[in-house]
């Protein structure tokens, strides 16, 4: 089976986490995150001919207080920038994430606009939002809570990566 | 001639050399180096190597020259490509290095070997004599009690994305190998950003992971990490074991792991190479057997045999306690108290009549040993029935003339006795203790006729007379509540009495005297009066009538009913029937 290797990264408090457990039923505590920075989780996704394992990275929140770790990256097949639509300053935190991903590694990103069960209270006009999704492989609005476009999202990552 | 063509030849030669020396030196030269230069690179490749080998030969100049030159090239090349010197290096260090530890293991046990030959210890010389008996070394069978082990997983990380690439496991309950890789590659990441070396280059990687029960033990290659969880002591085996692995698979995987994309199916077969580091070493049979806690065991049948035998004294003790306990049956004993008093003994506080049983005969009627009893003992008097007559045995023994008749526990005495020892007898029975009116016993008793020597003296006449009449008076008739039959005791006593009163009227006969014998009936208060005056007269007529029957002259008898009579010492009621006999003169 094919495994790949795909990290969730994104600014504090955007939901990285929760949309990784709308995804999966995880066996590790969540301490692993504060602690060394990173919790795995797995998922196998049905593709038409074939079956993907993606290895989930959920990596801590990254703020000005803690820095990129882009060891984490290493070996990634994709990632995944996550951010907050009711917080504008998360999608400037999320592309700055992106462009520091950008000079260790040129692997597809995509990017989630999350919290979609919530009302947009972030002030970027869908011009501006559709320039910024130009620098990513395809952009998601994506609910942990419903799970809306979550299923989507992973499945769209998987086929991606496998043909 | 001849010498003038000879000056021409030398001429002529002299010439030709001119020629070549410009040729080769003068101006023209250059067309010789040219040609000599484009064909330079064949001409020295000819004899590069002799050539560096003779001068070396020679003047050893060439080391000189060449050591730095390849010193320079070999650091500019490990400093910057030094991942890929690693993995060139990989294959050849990894077995330098086993190499080298295996040697350092070796001497390192000698070395162990000697220091605990040299030791005294009991466990040291223990196995020391195991080993010798075994046949194999000391260091040997050192190892093998120390190393007792089992490797329970084995993985195989792809290193630069954490992915599982194989994992074997021995039996089930193994973890999620998926995400153990994953995490344990986030984890020596952690380990290796947190805890930076000095040299930036030099970076640190978890090499094993201990827990109290379970080590995880990680080898790196520059491709794929090799993880086994082991549970016990791990042996240098396994880490060399999982050193070969890994070589191997990056020998035959080199292209694979070099270009892997997430597919980990090319990896299959490496499941038999992985299987073999599942190594374990089972502690010998005979070793289980040995480590017996023979200490424990001896302290638990000690402890057994302790508990039996304090259980058997105590059951014997308890035997003892309850067979002495029936003491207390025995009439003329009482039982005070009975206790147990250390292991074996039984402690006794008793009361002993003095006529009873001795305690000593007591134990051997009902075969008790007295070795394990401490009897203390005192004396007391018992009014028990049976002590009664053990006492009044032990007094007729001086009387065998006498018999004895029991009625409820009540002695009647019969026979005849001379005065002076009937009353001797009477005052012995006075003072024997536990025996209710003394003198009703003794009623029975006949004085012994006196010789008739002064049968005419008057006053012998009289007295006689006046005893005899005291011996029926002295007799009372006992009656049950409301009734008026007479008990046996009660027709012997009227018996005895018939015979009395006919010597009576014998001697009042011959002194002339007339006389009458009045049969007074007596009652308790239960009842009506007259109730009570009927059965008072009703008692003294059935007295009457036997004693006619005894062949007493009806005309002597008077019987009466005195009604209710009650003792004013005592208040109780009196159901007799007593008797008194009257006399007059005749004229």
Not at chain 1, 65 to 74: A, D, M
Not at chain 1, 125 to 146: I, P, R, V
Request: proline fraction near 3%; glycine fraction near 6%.
């Amino acid at each position: 089976m094919i495994q790949k290797k795909v990290c969730l990264l994104g600014a504090t408090g955007v939901g990285k986490t929760s949309l990784v457990k709308q995804f999966v039923e995880g066996i590790f505590s969540e301490k692993y995150l504060t602690s060394i920075g990173v919790k795995v989780d797995k998922r196998i996704v049905d593709l038409a001919s074939e079956q993907v394992q993606l290895m989930l990275w959920d990596i801590e929140g990254i703020d000005r207080y803690c820095g990129f770790q882009p060891k984490y990256l290493r070996g990634a097949s994709a990632y995944i920038i996550v951010t907050d639509q009711t917080r504008s300053q998360s999608l400037i935190e999320g592309l700055e994430i992106h462009h520091q991903c950008r000079e260790v590694t040129d692997v597809p990103a995509i990017l989630a606009i999350n919290k979609s069960d919530l009302d947009v209270a972030w002030h970027w006009s869908e011009n501006e939002l559709n320039g910024y999704s130009q620098e990513f492989e395809k952009c998601f609005t994506t609910s942990a809570k419903t799970g809306q476009q979550v299923n989507s999202m992973f499945e769209f990552i998987a086929e991606l990566l496998y043909y | 001639m001849d010498e003038e063509s000879n000056n021409n030849n030398m001429d002529a030669k002299q010439q030709q050399m001119d020629q070549l020396r410009a040729l080769l030196l003068g101006e023209e030269n250059q067309q010789i180096t040219g040609t000599v230069k484009k064909h330079a690179r064949e001409i020295v490749g000819d004899v590069f190597s002799e050539a560096l080998h003779d001068r070396q030969e020679k003047d050893g100049s060439v080391d000189q020259v060449i050591i730095p030159l390849v010193e320079k090239s070999v650091e500019r090349s490990v400093s910057n490509h030094s991942e890929k010197m690693v993995g060139y290096l990989y294959p050849l260090m990894g077995r330098l290095i086993r190499k080298s530890v295996s040697a350092f293991l070796t001497e390192f046990l000698e070395k162990t070997n000697e220091l605990i030959e040299n030791s005294l210890t009991i466990k040291g010389l223990k196995w020391r004599f195991r080993a010798w008996q075994a046949g194999v070394s000391f260091s040997q069978y050192v190892a093998s009690q120390t190393f007792v082990y089992k490797v329970e997983q084995i993985l195989l990380i792809h290193r630069e994305t954490g992915i599982l690439l194989k994992s074997v496991s021995q039996g089930h309950g193994a973890a999620d190998a998926d995400m153990v890789s994953g995490m344990l590659t986030a984890i020596d990441d952690f380990v290796s950003d947190s805890f930076n070396a000095e040299s930036e280059n030099e970076q640190q990687h978890l090499d094993v992971i201990k827990t109290d029960d379970f080590s995880l033990v990680l080898k790196r290659g520059p491709q794929a990490v090799i993880v086994a969880a082991v549970t016990g002591n791990m042996p240098q085996e396994i880490a060399n074991q999982l050193e070969l692995t890994l070589e191997f698979a990056h020998r035959i995987y080199d292209k694979e792991l070099a270009s892997f994309k997430g597919d980990t199916l090319p990896f299959e077969p490496l499941e038999q190479q992985l299987k073999e580091c599942l190594l374990e070493e089972l502690r010998p049979e005979e070793n289980k057997a040995n480590k017996q806690p023979w200490f424990a065991w001896l302290i638990v049948l000690f402890v057994c045999s302790l508990s039996v035998t304090y259980g058997y004294f105590w059951w014997n003790q308890n035997e003892l306690k309850i067979a002495i306990e029936a003491i207390k049956n025995e009439p003329g004993f009482v039982l005070n108290d009975v206790d147990k008093s250390g292991l074996t003994k039984v402690k006794v506080t008793l009361l002993r009549d003095p006529s009873a049983l001795s305690v000593d005969d007591w134990l051997l009627e009902n075969d008790i040993s007295k070795d394990n009893l401490d009897i203390e003992e005192k004396r007391y008097l018992s009014l028990a029935p049976e002590l009664l007559k053990l006492r009044l045995t032990k007094l007729l023994a001086d009387y065998p003339e006498l018999t004895v008749i029991w009625e409820d526990n009540l002695p009647v005495l019969t026979g005849e006795l001379p005065n002076a020892k009937r009353q001797a007898l009477s005052s012995k029975l006075l003072a024997l203790p536990g025996l209710n009116e003394p003198l009703n016993v003794m009623s029975l008793v006949e004085v012994e006729e006196l010789d008739n020597r002064g049968e005419n003296n008057p006053a012998i006449l009289k007295a006689l007379l006046e005893l005899n009449i005291a011996k029926v008076d002295s007799i009372q008739l006992e009656f049950d509540q409301g009734q008026s039959g007479l008990s046996d005791l009660a027709k012997e006593q009227l018996k005895m009495l018939a015979n009395n009163f006919q010597t009576v009227v014998d001697l009042a006969d011959k002194q002339n005297l007339s006389l009458g014998l009045i049969i007074m009936g007596a009652s308790d208060p239960v009842g009506g009066r007259e109730y009570n005056q009927r059965l008072s007269r009703d008692r003294a007529r059935a007295a009457q009538k036997v004693l006619v029957e005894q062949g007493v002259d009806p005309g002597y008898l008077n019987a009466i009913g005195l009604g209710i009579v009650e003792s004013k010492t005592t208040g109780k009621g009196v159901r007799k029937v007593l008797f008194n006999v009257v006399y007059f003169d005749s004229d």
